[in-house]
Nanobody, 127 residues
Framework: QVQLVESGGGLVQPGGSLRLSCAASGFTLDYYAIGWFRQAPGKEREGVSCISRSGSSTYYADSVKGRFTISRDNAKNTVYLQMNSLKPEDTAVYYC????????????????????WGQGTQVTVSS
């Protein structure tokens, strides 16, 4: 069964850090670019970050640049999202997904570029 599983979410104070993991089962993750997305209550799902298949290219939404870092460990079949200097506006359910593309497109954080999705992990930033 092809599955993506996110983990690492939780409650953190403003300025704190969390590391999210996206683990694949039933398939080899290194064949895919991976994107992280988030959805806050009452808002549309938005792209946060993307990493190419090799890990040599990364992309970030302006809202998280300089604070979030995406990485991958293909040997562990896992992609990570390190989130530092968290803000209350980062509160959302975070999802990872596999890219439909082999070559990173012009707009790599568009939802339609992604196929398999995980179930999400909740991140809450609050004092």
């Amino acid at each position: 069964q092809v599955q993506l599983v996110e983990s690492g979410g939780g409650l953190v104070q403003p300025g704190g850090s969390l590391r999210l993991s996206c683990a694949a089962s039933g398939f080899t993750l290194d064949y895919y670019a991976i994107g992280w997305f988030r959805q806050a209550p009452g808002k549309e799902r938005e792209g946060v970050s993307c990493i190419s298949r090799s890990g040599s290219s990364t992309y970030y939404a302006d809202s998280v640049k300089g604070r979030f870092t995406i990485s991958r460990d293909n040997a562990k079949n896992t992609v990570y999202l390190q989130m530092n200097s968290l803000k209350p506006e980062d509160t959302a359910v975070y999802y990872c997904a596999t890219g439909r593309f082999l070559v990173v497109p012009t707009h790599p954080l568009e939802i339609y570029e992604y196929g398999n999705w995980g179930q999400g992990t909740q991140v809450t930033v609050s004092s």
